[in-house]
Structures are given as structure tokens and as C-alpha cells.
């Protein structure tokens, strides 16, 4: 088995999921599940060819560590999202053709991970992307896709700038050394180090490309956003990787201004991920529609994974390495969860919900722990990653983005608290009494990927070892892990420890509940009103305006869509005046700019 | 079995007349010819062939070499498929066709500049003649002044070089003409760009496309962005990179205008509500971008573009003439989700504007590749820095227009089947086959393009171009 | 001199068809343009002093200086291209007229 099967083998389940949906959509969206499933034990336990190379046509593979890591995390979310996928088929507009681009997609993301060259890791992403886009517009919003892709391309396009400008200097397309000899060039390796990590901050949706991310998470199909947030951003934080490693910035730029030992341009990158922290928790926190909210909080993390991989650092990298992980899993839950009580409901603005912990326990439970784990609070792997990458940005004395890095996560409680407490706790809808939970089929991916968000929690270094072999593939001075522990300069962190600990702060809190007296439950509508009749049961909902004291502090915020749409407009403009001015259909005009044109020649050619 | 190339002209040409005799068998004179044609190609004998028993230099000859095969295939192929496509509309302007595939061969055949004039003249008033069908007549008017304007002009700057070089074989003009000066070279250069630049959509000339393509069906339109647009182009890249070669001050007014037709065919595609106007903006885009390519001396990658656009827009101008035909209107937000019950056109449509854009996977990604290569390996990054604006645009306005077609529904639903605007089928099944045929070549190149890439680089290599800067399939570890 | 009366008759030519809407008086200009360009390209092959390119009487063998013929054969073809253009103008213009009622192109339908 080798990756060029895995890749083809792939391909062909689109295919056949295409022509299976055809006859049933569900046995199609069954074969979606096989396929990823297949792709995801293939991938694993390709775990023994690393270090291989093969090719396919003009595409060449390498099995690294780092592609081998990446893949992992996204065909986790790939298969388990693809559990969801038989249920939804009725809502979609082309069933068939949503399975087959599901599974091209994922081939894609194959091939960007274990891309060997420029060439075939472009190919691959720009499969990628388009197969998304034209999924996404299955959705609620097609201005969503279009919004989606023309960031996408912007960044795209900036990074085959790069790549082609660094094959005119360098002369190859090898990923590891296309760029090795840019050293000697350094204006032009600042372009190229700029324009090439475009495409990757695009795609995790930093400042100020982050745009399409809310709108995009939020109207794809339900089914589609736990892939988009849990893997698909994970591409641009692969190529932000390549260009820390591949492209040895850091010896690029070490004659240059450093601010406490990080290079400029690394830092304005690392800025840009604390600005896109800062401004997805505020988002966050406003949103009415829980999908949403998870898309800007997908913001935010991008911008944590984004300062731990740049910082290529012993603990800091560990720590965005780990976050990979981490976001990855607890986002596809916590999408899985909602899209869960949104088959039961049909909505996901959270007004219209409330009190679905009664109905659906298990759901909540999903949700409560990857929750728990996108804030970082301990036991969950959330807090491990970020407990790396604040050591790492505190021994660098980063203070900016230190503080920006804490503010992220406290307000990171805020906004996730928020769809937990009116979605699932406070009352029950009447119409949702009769509610049910979900099946097991759509349980069990939710299950798995609690599992992992635990695991990941209690025994961080199962993976950090992994981590260890990339960070030494590159160079990098390994994070130290000894027996279940990881140390730091700072200290050390036993996770199982802390989960013990947990554990007992628990069962005393649970003994203490049950011991003592229940509360009464009181109706949404059991309020005092003066004799007053109510009619309007959401402005009296739990979560309605929840934060709204802390909401009106940033209401005049920009809007950095605003700014995309006036380069539209302006494109717009410029468009009419190219139409008339140009292309109108009077033969007068042109004939003019002709003589003044040969004018002009014979001028200059009678100087010259 | 090699025969004459003149051939290849002569036979439309005589079938051309004979189907005014015959009214009755107008459709099988025309499928004969134009398929007896596109089958002949293949067996042109090679080389440089004198006509009327003159000797050359003296004679009017007719050369067929590696870049002139690629300029007849494209022509004679593309012929055979958009006639195939739109047999039904046809039936008026059978002649009509046949005398301008007559004159399209000759443009790229010959080796006498004054011949290239009759001929464009031939093909020109077959242009004009077809535009007529669009019903605008002022349209047709118009093409005719402007046509009439540049002929003119080519015609002064080909006596001014005559006088100069005393030939009008196009070999022995190369060479004399590289002994002359660039100074005494620049008017005439200018002028005869002003008359090319007509047929070939690049500013100042470009003033009718909007009228007669914007009113063009499914014949017309793919006559005129495909066959008329490769073969004027075929014939600017034969004029200014082997016979005219510009020196620094013609060739940088010319890049200049090119690039500037790239760049406003480009934003004035973007503001476009209408599809077949965005499709024709997005074809003088690209003729623009092939003109700078060959007036810098780069024709390897200008004839992939100009393959890459003929494939491309075949498919679309089709497909766009055949909704406007069906439900009335160009509109494309009135033509929400005609793909829906219309997969074949759809995917077709969608690969050709992929390719157009230079997405990969297709065609179009290995010549945007070798556009960019091109440049940046001499040094240049502002051409391709806007050539990349170009695309994220061209991207832009494609990708709307699809997520149009494919995903009816109102902002903030799902998509929904029945908000479409209709279930017509675009295509009939002769069609729909050429059209999936087509998708496929450019699916398959996409896969293989140095195969493709292997029979244009001799046509490049003969004009100056050291061939592909990049060579996918043989690249095992991306070395050159 | 006469080629840049030729000229001349070109720029006129050529300001005649932009100074007007009358489709007719466009065609005329059209007209007056292709003469002109047929003068000039007839000037520039003349020789002063040479002889018709024929052989007749007064030249029964090959003289030295002769008027350039390929010169007048390239207008003999112009001319008859001229004739074509002419004449499928006039039939647009015919087109126009049964459409529009009027040959003034002020009036017909503006921009596409």
C-alpha cells in the first residue's frame, strides 16, 4: 500500500459515490464514509513508509512526519464528519455531486500534505479549493462561496507569484530547496516570504483575510463545516509551516531588524495571528447563530496555531503543533454537536433553542467537552497546547502578543459558554419537548472525537512524541517529555495528574449534588408581568443579549468585509471606464486614439 | 500522401460556390467540406510552396512549417466543431462559412504579406457577413467601418516597408527588414499592428467586438472567439515575431496596448451582467495577454494561450448562445440554475472556464504556468504580477457566473432545485457529444500536457523561443 | 507631391467618416480613404522616367528603368476589395434602413 493507491483509491470512491448517489443518496453518503474511513486506517498505517518518495504522472509525494501528522488530523475530521453525511442528503441540491467533491476534496488535501514539490502541492490545494467552493454553495449562501473563493484565489495567486519567482532564482520546484537559495537575495526573499505565506494565512483566516470564514462556516452545508473548520484550515497552517522550515526564514532574515530575536517579517505575521485572535473572540462574542460564532472562534484559534508554528521555538512550535490537534477535534465536535440538535430542530440560531440538555444529554456532553477543550481548561487538550504556546511567547518576552494570546482565551469562556447555556441548558421550546436524541450512527463520531479530545488531555504525549520527530526533522531543539510529563524551562506538566485531580474535584461536586435538595423547574413563560400579556418569547430567553453591557463597549467596530466591497466597487468602476472609454462602439474614439498614437511614433521615433 | 496546401484553401473555397448553385445540398456541401478539410491537414506537405509555376522569391508562396500546422489545425478543428455544434444555424450563411474558412487558411498559410492582406480581406468580409445574423445591422455597420479604417492602415505601413525592403516575401522581409534600422522600421511597425490588432481584438480597434459578439448565437459567437480569434492571432505571432521583429521603441508601445487590452478586457468583464459580454471581454483579455506574449518574443506560451482560450470558449460561447436562444435572456442572475437538469453542459462549462482561469487539473494551468515562467525567469515580475491580478479576476467573474448556474436559491436558504430558472436542454446530441469531446481533450491535457506541449514547442522553437520552460511530466524531483 | 496629396485625400477620408452619422456619407468616406491609399501605394512605386512595365513597341526588350509593377497590381487588388467592402456596406446600410427607417445612426439603437 502507497500513497499513489491511497490517493487513487480515493479518487475512484468519489467516483463511485457519484454514481452510487445516483441510484440512492444515502448508500452514496455511505460510500463517502468508507472511503474516508479507508483513507484514514491507510493513511495510519503508512506510518511505516516515512521517509519514501513516489510519484504519479508529473506529481511527486514525499512521506514525511509533518505531511504524515497533518493528514491524520484531517481525515479524523473527514471520516468522522462522513457519519453525518447520510442523514442530510434530502437538504442538498445535488446529492451525488456533494459526495463525489467531498471525496475529491479529501484526495486534495492528501496530496497538499505530502507534496513533494511546488508544482503538485499547488495542484492539489487549487483541487481542493474549488471542490470546497462548490460545496459551499449547496449552502445558505452562495455569496458565501463566491466570497471564499476570491480570498482563496487572492492568496493563491500571491503564492504561485512566490513559488514562480523563487523557480526563476533558484531553478527547481523541490519544496526543500526552492527556497534555500533565496539568501543571498534579500529584498527579493521578503516578497517572496510575504507573498508566499498569503495563501496559507487565506486559508486559515488571519487578519485580514478572515472574511470568508464566517460566512463560509457558517451557510455550508452542516455536514461540510466540521471539515472546513477542523481540516481544512489546517492547510494554511501547513503551508504557514513550509514557510518557517522550507523556506529557512530565519536564516533568510537573520541580517535583518529583529524584535527580541524574531525577524520583522515573522513578527508582522505573528501580529497579524494576535489581531485575528483579539477580533474572532469579539465576533464571537456578539453572534446570534451558533455556527457562526464557531466559525469566528475558528478565527481565533488560527490565530493561536499561527504564533506556535511561527515561532519555531522548542516549546512554542510544540504548542501550535498540539493546537492543530486539539482545534481540530474539539471544532468538528462542537460543529457535529449543533448540527446534530439542528437535524432535530431545523435552526441554528440560538434564540430559537434553549433547554435541549434534557432532550439530547448526550449531545451536550459532546459539546460540553469540546467546549471545555477550546478554552483551555484542563482536562482537556485544549489547555495543554495553550499552556505551551503562552511559555513559549512569555520566555521570548513577547508582551503584545502575550497579552493578546491571554485576552483570546479568556474571551474564549465567553463566547463558547454562550451557545452551551441557550442551546442545551435553560428551558425546554415546547415544540421541542417530543425531541429526540440522535441516532447512534451520528452519536458514535461524536463519541470518538470526545474520546479524543480527553486523550489528548490526559495523555498529551502520545502525540507530543510525534511532535518531537517533526520539530527534529527540522532542526528544531525538541520539546522534553519525560515519562508522562512535559518539561519546560518554567516547570514541568504531569496531564494525568491534573486529570486525577479533576477527578476528584468532580465526584465531591457530584456527591454534593446528588445529596442535596433539586431546584424547581419554572417555564419560560411562568415570569412576572404585571398583568401584562407577552408575546414575544425570545426577548425573554435565557441567552438573548447575553453579553450585551460587554457587546456595546465594541459596537462601533470596523468591518473589514466593508473594505472588500469597496475594492469591488472600485474594480466595478474601473470596469465602466475601461467600457466606454475603450470598447465603445463609436468607431470615432478609437480611431482618434490611433492617430494620436502613430502621432506619438513618428515623434519619437524622429527624436530617437 | 502529401498534397498541395493550396488545397486546403481551394477546396472551401470551390465547395463555397458550388453550394450557391445547390441550394438544396448546402448541408452536406457543407459538412463535407469543412470535415474533408479538418481531415486533410494532416497530410499538407511540409515546407515552402510556390504558387503559379513563379519562382521564389518572386512567387507567392504558401508555407506550412511547425507553427503555421498548429495555426490550420487549430482553425480547420475548430471549424469542424463549432459547425458540428450549431449545425441547425447554418443553413443561411453556408458559403459564407466555407469562403471564410478559405480566407482563415490562407491567413495562416501564406508567406506573402500582400497575400496575408486579401486574405484577412476574404476572412473580414466573411466576418461581417456572419455578424449580420445577430439582427443589429448597425453592429455589422460598425465592424465594417473599423475593419475598413484598419486594412487602410495595415496597407500603408506594408507600402512603407516595401519601400524599404523591396519584397513581400515574408522570409526575405525578415531578413531584410533586421538590416534596416529600428527607427525607419517604427511607424510602419505601428501601422500595421493597427491593422492586425483589428481582427485580433487588441485596443484601439477592439471597438465592435462588444456589439458583435454581445449579439452573437451559438455559430457566430464560437466562429469569431475561437476560429477568427486563433488564426488573426496565429498570424499577429508569425508577423511581429519572425517577419517584424520590433525593436525597443514599437515593441514597447506594443506590449504596452496589449497588456493595457489585457487589463481592461479583464475589469470591464468583471462589471459584465450579461454572459456572452463577459465571455468577449474575457476574449480580448486573453488575445491581449497573446500579443504581449509574442511581441516579447515568448511564443511558446502565446500559442498555449491561444489553444487553451480557442478550447475554452468554444465550449462557453456555445453553451451561452444556446441559453440566450432557450430562455430569452443573457442575463446570467436571470439564468439562475440552468445547469440543473443539464450536467453535461454544465460540467463543460465549468472545465472550460477552470482552464480559463488557469486552475489545475486542466489545460489552462500549464500554459498560465509557462506564461509566468516565461517572464519571471528573465527577471521580469511585473507583467506576471498583472497577469496574476487578471486571473484572481477572471476567477472572480467565472466563479459567479457558476455558482449561478449551478445553485439557484435565494441568500440565506439552501439551494434549491426548483428556484432554477428552467430544465431546457442547451445542447442537441450532436452537440452535447463534440462539447463533452472537447472537455475531455482538455481534462486529458491537463493530465498529459507535455504532449501537448511537444507538438507546439517546434512551432516555438522555429520563431525563436527555446521551447517549454517547463516540462511537467519529465520532471521527476521538479529539476528541469 | 502626389503622395502626400494621397495622404491628404486619406486624412480626409478618414475625417469624413468620423465626422458623420449618415451611413452613406460613412461609406463615402470609406470611398475616398481606399483611393487615397491606392494613389499613394501607386506613387510610391513610380520612377521618374520609367517606362510601363510591358513589352510593346517603344520597349521591345527589358529596359532599366521601369515603373515598379507590383506596385499597380497590389492596387488592382485593392481596388476590387474596395468594391467588395463598398458594396456589402450599402447592403448593411439597406438592412439599417428597413429597420430603423432612417440612415442616421443617432438613431438606431446606441450602445449595443
Known amino acids: ?608 | 500522401m502529401m498534397i498541395n496546401p493550396v488545397l486546403l484553401i481551394a477546396i472551401p473555397l470551390g465547395l463555397a460556390f458550388i453550394a450557391v448553385v445547390f441550394k438544396k445540398l448546402q448541408g452536406w456541401i457543407l459538412a463535407i467540406g469543412v470535415a474533408a478539410n479538418a481531415f486533410l491537414v494532416f497530410f499538407v506537405e511540409k515546407g515552402e510552396t510556390a504558387i503559379g509555376g513563379f519562382k521564389l522569391p518572386f512567387a507567392i508562396s504558401l508555407v506550412l512549417d511547425d507553427f503555421s500546422f498548429i495555426g490550420v489545425i487549430l482553425v480547420n478543428v475548430l471549424t469542424l466543431a463549432a459547425v458540428a455544434v450549431a449545425f441547425r444555424k447554418t443553413e443561411k450563411y453556408v458559403p459564407v462559412i466555407l469562403a471564410g474558412l478559405a480566407g482563415l487558411n490562407g491567413m495562416v498559410l501564406t508567406g506573402d504579406m500582400f497575400n496575408l492582406f486579401v486574405f484577412m480581406e476574404i476572412t473580414a468580409i466573411s466576418a461581417y457577413i456572419l455578424s449580420s445574423e445577430g439582427r443589429k445591422p448597425e453592429q455589422s455597420f460598425n465592424y465594417l467601418v473599423i475593419g475598413s479604417i484598419g486594412s487602410v492602415l495595415y496597407l500603408l505601413g506594408l507600402i512603407l516597408i516595401y519601400g524599404q525592403t523591396g519584397t513581400l516575401n515574408m522570409s526575405l522581409m525578415a531578413e531584410k527588414s533586421a538590416l534596416i534600422g529600428q527607427a525607419a522600421m517604427v511607424l510602419p511597425l505601428v501601422l500595421i499592428f493597427a491593422g492586425i490588432a483589428v481582427e485580433a481584438k487588441l485596443l484601439p480597434m477592439s471597438g465592435w467586438v462588444r456589439g458583435v459578439l454581445g449579439n452573437s448565437n451559438a455559430l457566430t459567437g464560437v466562429m469569431f472567439a475561437s476560429v477568427y480569434s486563433s488564426a488573426a492571432l496565429m498570424v499577429f505571432g508569425r508577423v511581429f515575431s519572425q517577419v517584424l521583429i520590433p525593436g525597443t521603441t514599437a515593441g514597447v508601445i506594443i506590449i504596452v496596448i496589449a497588456l493595457l487590452t489585457f487589463a481592461a478586457g479583464q475589469v470591464s468583464a468583471f462589471r459584465s451582467k450579461s454572459l456572452r459580454q463577459v465571455l468577449l471581454y474575457s476574449s480580448i483579455a486573453q488575445s491581449g495577454l497573446a500579443a504581449a506574449l509574442f511581441a516579447t518574443g515568448f511564443v511558446f506560451p502565446a500559442v498555449l494561450v491561444i489553444i487553451n482560450n480557442a478550447a475554452g470558449k468554444m465550449i462557453m460561447f456555445s453553451t451561452a448562445g444556446n441559453l440566450e436562444e432557450k430562455y430569452g435572456t443573457d442575463d446570467y442572475v436571470g439564468l439562475g440554475g440552468a445547469f440543473v437538469r443539464n450536467m453535461p453542459a454544465g460540467v463543460a462549462f465549468t472545465i472550460a472556464a477552470l482552464s480559463l482561469t488557469g486552475l489545475p487539473l486542466v489545460f489552462g494551468f500549464y500554459a498560465k504556468l509557462n506564461v509566468l515562467a516565461a517572464y519571471l525567469n528573465q527577471g521580469t515580475f511585473f507583467v506576471p504580477a498583472v497577469v496574476l491580478a487578471g486571473t484572481i479576476i477572471e476567477g472572480a467573474y467565472f466563479i459567479r457566473i457558476l455558482i449561478k448556474l449551478w445553485a439557484p436559491g435565494k441568500e440565506g436558504e439552501w439551494a434549491d432545485a426548483d428556484q432554477s430558472v428552467g430544465e431546457k436542454k442547451i445542447f442537441n446530441p450532436a452537440g452535447t457529444v463534440v462539447v463533452i469531446l472537447v472537455t475531455l481533450l482538455i481534462i486529458l491535457s491537463g493530465f498529459l500536457p507535455d504532449s501537448v506541449g511537444k507538438l507546439v514547442a517546434p512551432g516555438g522553437g522555429l520563431l525563436g523561443d527555446e521551447g517549454p520552460s517547463i516540462s511537467l511530466t519529465m520532471e521527476k524531483g521538479g529539476d528541469q | 507631391m502626389i503622395k502626400f496629396a494621397s495622404l491628404l485625400l486619406i486624412i480626409i477620408g478618414l475625417y469624413g467618416i468620423l465626422s458623420t452619422r449618415n451611413v452613406i456619407k460613412i461609406l463615402v468616406g470609406i470611398n475616398v480613404m481606399e483611393i487615397g491609399i491606392n494613389v499613394f501605394i501607386i506613387a510610391m512605386g513610380f520612377v521618374n522616367d520609367g517606362a510601363a512595365p510591358i513589352l510593346s513597341v517603344d520597349n521591345p526588350v527589358n529596359v532599366l528603368k521601369f515603373v515598379d509593377p507590383v506596385a499597380q497590381a497590389l492596387v488592382l487588388t485593392s481596388i476590387v476589395i474596395g468594391l467588395g467592402i463598398t458594396a456589402l456596406g450599402l447592403v448593411f446600410a439597406r438592412k439599417i434602413h428597413k429597420k430603423y427607417g432612417t440612415y442616421d445612426l443617432s438613431e438606431t439603437g446606441g450602445e449595443s
Open chain 1, 1 to 608: 500500500m502507497n500513497l499513489n493507491l491511497v490517493i487513487i483509491v480515493s479518487v475512484a470512491f468519489a467516483i463511485a459515490a457519484y454514481l452510487v448517489s445516483k441510484v440512492n443518496d444515502k448508500a452514496g453518503a455511505f460510500m463517502t464514509v468508507a472511503g474516508s474511513m479507508f483513507a484514514l486506517v491507510t493513511v495510519f498505517l503508512l506510518r511505516n513508509s516515512i521517509g519514501s518518495e513516489i510519484s504519479f504522472l508529473y506529481f511527486n509525494f514525499n512521506l514525511t512526519v509533518t505531511g504524515w501528522y497533518f493528514s491524520l488530523v484531517m481525515l479524523t475530521a473527514y471520516s468522522m464528519t462522513a457519519f453525518f453525511n447520510p442523514f442530510w442528503m434530502k437538504k442538498l441540491i445535488y446529492p451525488a455531486g456533494y459526495n463525489f467533491l467531498y471525496l475529491l476534496s479529501m484526495a486534495g488535501t492528501l496530496g497538499v500534505f505530502f507534496a513533494k514539490d511546488f508544482i503538485t502541492l499547488f495542484v492539489f490545494w487549487e483541487t481542493v479549493v474549488w471542490s470546497s467552493a462548490f460545496i459551499i454553495q449547496m449552502g445558505k449562501s452562495r455569496q458565501a462561496a463566491y466570497v471564499y473563493y476570491v480570498i482563496s484565489a487572492i492568496g493563491s495567486m500571491a503564492t504561485l507569484f512566490a513559488i514562480m519567482f523563487a523557480y526563476g532564482t533558484t531553478g527547481t520546484f523541490v519544496i526543500n530547496e526552492a527556497f534555500k537559495g533565496l539568501a543571498g537575495y534579500p529584498g527579493r526573499a521578503i516578497v517572496i516570504f510575504i507573498t508566499f505565506i498569503a495563501a496559507g494565512m487565506a486559508k486559515i483566516g488571519i487578519f485580514p483575510f478572515h472574511v470568508w470564514l464566517p460566512s463560509a462556516h457558517g451557510s455550508a452545508p452542516h455536514t461540510f463545516s466540521p471539515v472546513l473548520s477542523g481540516g481544512l484550515v489546517k492547510m494554511g497552517a501547513f503551508v504557514a509551516l513550509l514557510s518557517v522550515t522550507a523556506f529557512p526564514a530565519y536564516e533568510i532574515f537573520k541580517d535583518m531588524a529583529s524584535f527580541r530575536g524574531i525577524p520583522l517579517p515573522i513578527y508582522f505575521m505573528m501580529a497579524l495571528g494576535a489581531i485575528s485572535i483579539v477580533a474572532g473572540t469579539l465576533m464571537a462574542i456578539k453572534q446570534e447563530d451558533a455556527k457562526k460564532l464557531l466559525a469566528y472562534s475558528s478565527v481565533a484559534n488560527g490565530g493561536y496555531i499561527l504564533i506556535g508554528l511561527l515561532m519555531l521555538d522548542q516549546v512554542g512550535f510544540a504548542g501550535g503543533m498540539m493546537h492543530i490537534v486539539n482545534h481540530a477535534v474539539a471544532s468538528a465536535a462542537a460543529f457535529l454537536s449543533i448540527a446534530a440538535v439542528a437535524y432535530r430542530t431545523g435552526t441554528t440560531k440560538m434564540s430559537e433553542m434553549g433547554g435541549m440538555i434534557h432532550r439530547m444529554p448526550v449531545t451536550y456532553l459532546v459539546y460540553l467537552i469540546a467546549i471545555i477543550s477550546m478554552a483551555g481548561i484542563p482536562p482537556m487538550g485544549g489547555f495543554v497546547s495553550k499552556w505551551l504556546i503562552f511559555q513559549g511567547l512569555a520566555d521570548k518576552g513577547l508582551i503584545f502578543l502575550a497579552t493578546t494570546a491571554f485576552f483570546g482565551s479568556i474571551g474564549s469562556f465567553l463566547y463558547v459558554f454562550r451557545p452551551l447555556s441557550a442551546v442545551f441548558l435553560g428551558q425546554t421550546f415546547t415544540r421541542d419537548l417530543e425531541k429526540k436524541e440522535v441516532g447512534f450512527f451520528m452519536m458514535f463520531p461524536m463519541l470518538i472525537l470526545t474520546l479524543l479530545s480527553l486523550l489528548t488531555g490526559v495523555f498529551p504525549n502520545i502525540f507530543l512524541r510525534v511532535v518531537v520527530e517533526i520539530q527534529s526533522a527540522f532542526g528544531m531543539l525538541p520539546v522534553t517529555l519525560a515519562e508522562n510529563t512535559i518539561v519546560t524551562s518554567n516547570g514541568f506538566l504531569d496531564a494525568f495528574r491534573v486529570f486525577i485531580v479533576f477527578g476528584f474535584g468532580f465526584a465531591i461536586a457530584f456527591v454534593l449534588f446528588v445529596i442535596r435538595r433539586k431546584s424547581r423547574k419554572v417555564e419560560l413563560m411562568d415570569t412576572f408581568t404585571s398583568a401584562e400579556f407577552i408575546h414575544t418569547r425570545e426577548l425573554l430567553h435565557y441567552s438573548h443579549s447575553f453579553y450585551a453591557p460587554f457587546e456595546r463597549l465594541y459596537e462601533k467596530a470596523p468591518d473589514t468585509m466593508k473594505l472588500y466591497h469597496k475594492a469591488a466597487v472600485k474594480i466595478n468602476e474601473l470596469g465602466n471606464m475601461a467600457e466606454s472609454a475603450f470598447f465603445g462602439i463609436r468607431p470615432a474614439r478609437t480611431v482618434l486614439l490611433v492617430m494620436g498614437m502613430v502621432l506619438i511614433v513618428i515623434i519619437a521615433g524622429g527624436v530617437l
